[in-house]
């Protein structure tokens, strides 16, 4: 009953999630869903298709898992034949043997059976000691863990790409957002200086100096848009959400996020990470398969019974029940292995490297992860300090460009200053912005490789 309700309940739960899935799948493109980094990763938990795919494969071990446990059941069966015989097989007999006043080896033709015969079975065969089944029934619950932490795992792939995919659009967002202060600054800047060429205090090589700046600028936010575009697509494909629908991202990100991730690696153990998980699970499965193959040296027990109802006449007078004629068996069936020309050892020493493979694997995995979190801690703490270096240069460049500014104005300063300390903020912007990115990035692997995400 355990798996059956588990089994009812995980396909409950997968019928209201592809319900909401579908229900996320709008035919109204006019509609703006609004999405916190956190509300996308729910939504790609629902209806991303790994994650999807993932859970149907726990469904089908829970039901595989159901197949096994019938093996310790009854296993009961009916068999109905009715048979005509037209012609029927005679063979010959001495009729000495019947009647001693027939001369010894007088051979007459005589017919065993009737024209009509009819037969109805029913089998009953009930395991009383399996290895190969005890085993399995045993194994069940460690290939359940074992599909469930596919999930989990394809749910922590899912939600690392996801929050990549998400910040990278808010950065971009926030590119945008800076470079059109640029922009409004150099068309305040270009319009400023064709008035003052106007009056004839500048020259004509001013203006086409601001005028080319200008732009680069529009070309560049031009080709920001196409990125955020290309981002903000790959976002909906990692969430599992049509291309076409319209969405708007409510989070921000800041240095002092990004650094708080710093004070949460503490208690970690290697059980934490998923992946460890699902060696451990699949070390058990191995384990399982070897006791299998062991405890297949030892003899099956199983009980049997029959019953059934025949008859055999020349007339086909099935109504008359008392031609009817009943038998019941039962018995006990004993298998003992005796030898098998070795195969049996064999998939023993196979199932033996498996387990060997699998504490291996698990070795293998504990250097991995000590090498993630050790690249994850430097990466970050040195993707910080990029990103307070140059968003330090980026303050530092604003400020240039505005004295620089007010000296062009104050006509003490040339347009040829203004681009440079203008092309100078642009660098530290773009610097910036890859800091941003980069740090956001590892803070993502940082927290996968602690198993915090």
Known sequence: MHFKWKLIALTGMMMQLLTYAYAQQPSDTGTTMRFSAKEAVSYALANQYAVRSAKLDELKQLAINKEVSGLALPQLSASG??????IIQKQLLDASNFDPNVPKGTLIPFAFGLKYNAVGTVNLNQ???????LVALQARKTLEELARRGVQKSEVDVKAEVYKAYYNVVAADKALAILQENITRMRKSLDETKEIYRNGLVEKLDVDRLAVQMNNLVTQEVSLRNLRDVGLAALKYQM???????????????????????????????QHRIEYQLLESQKKANEYNLKRYKLQAL?????????????????????????????????????????????????????????????????NMRNTIDLDQQNASITLRNNIKTLESQQE??????????????????????????????TS???????????????????IDYLKAFGKL
């Open 299 to 363: 003899p099956s027990l199983s009980a049997f019974g029959t019953g059934g109802v025949s008859r055999q006449s020349n007339e086909f007078d099935y109504l008359q029940s008392e031609l009817w004629y009943g038998y019941v068996s039962w018995g006990l069936n004993l298998s003992i292995p005796i030898f098998n020309g070795m195969q049996r050892k064999r998939k023993v020493d196979q199932a033996w490297i498996d387990v060997k493979k699998s504490e291996l694997d698990l070795e």
């Open 127 to 133: 395991t009383l000691f399996d290895p190969s089944v």
């Open 81 to 86: 034949q009715f048979q005509d015989n037209p």
């Open 425 to 443: 903020l642009l660098t530290a912007q773009n610097n910036y912005f890859t800091a941003l990115f980069d740090a956001m990035v590892s803070r």
């Open 393 to 422: 240069n980026m303050e530092l460049a604003q400020e240039v460009l505005r004295m620089t500014n007010i000296k062009y104005t104050e006509g003490i300063g040339s347009s040829l200053e203004v681009i440079t300390a203008e």
């Open 240 to 270: 599992g959400m049509p291309i076409r629908q319209s969405i708007e991202l409510t989070d921000t990100l800041g240095t002092e996020e990004i650094k708080a991730v710093l004070d949460q690696n503490q208690g970690f153990a290697y």
